[in-house]
């Protein structure tokens, strides 16, 4: 880790870590992994993933407090098993050697947003979807917009692949990691 990484790693933990001992003993571990797409911050328990998400997603803080909420949990710069995982996993994703992540996802969610979820995990490596694709898929037609708020509520960047998700007409549609990244992100499990 550099330093102006590990900089931004207490900086982005500094917003999340206030107060936190008083809140339960659950402790959930926190870890900064580089990417070609820029730093991703990962929190996991021992076994279970909860959060990826790209460093400067404008909504990370947030995020983080409502799973803080959620789960009863201190979070804490650390090591786990899910986390040396995801690790693993994201540097052969990124050398294009892994097509599916299997490190285990402990999601939070609607039932919809579960069901999204599961679906565009499906999606094959390399090929995208349309939000309309997906909500015919679950037998909602008329649920594409519900689909794209599902997608934008997705915890798991890249793993849970909403950016393989485009418009029903082609085009490239929203991302919350930046639409730069989901066109690169699109054109890397094509080459």
Same mark, same amino acid.
Request: cysteine-free; aromatic content about 14%; proline content about 13%.
């Given at each position: 880790m550099t330093k102006k990484s590990l900089n931004d790693f207490k900086l982005v933990l500094s917003g999340i870590m206030d107060n936190a001992a008083n809140e339960s003993a659950n402790i959930l571990h *926190? *870890?900064? $992994?580089?990417? #070609?797409?820029? #730093?991703m911050l990962a929190i996991a328990n021992e076994k279970s993933l909860f959060l990826l998400e790209f460093a400067d997603w404008h909504g990370l803080t947030k995020e983080i407090h409502c799973l803080r909420k959620e789960t009863h949990s201190v979070i804490l710069p650390g090591k786990s098993a899910a986390l040396t995982s995801i690790r693993n996993e994201l540097e052969h994703y990124f050398s294009g050697k892994l097509k599916n992540f299997k490190t285990p996802l402990r999601k939070v969610g609607t039932d919809f947003q579960n069901q999204v979820w599961t679906v565009t995990k499906k999606i094959p490596y390399g090929q995208t979807r349309s939000y309309y694709d997906i909500a015919m898929l679950l037998g909602k037609p008329s649920a594409f917009r519900a689909v794209a708020n599902a997608n934008s509520k997705n915890k798991? *960047? $890249?793993? $849970?692949p909403c950016h393989r998700v485009i418009n029903h007409n082609g085009g490239i549609g929203g991302y919350g990691g930046g639409i730069p990244r989901k066109k690169w992100l699109i054109e890397h499990e094509l080459s």
């Open positions: *926190a *870890a900064w $992994i580089e990417t #070609p797409l820029g #730093p798991f *960047a $890249i793993v $849970i």
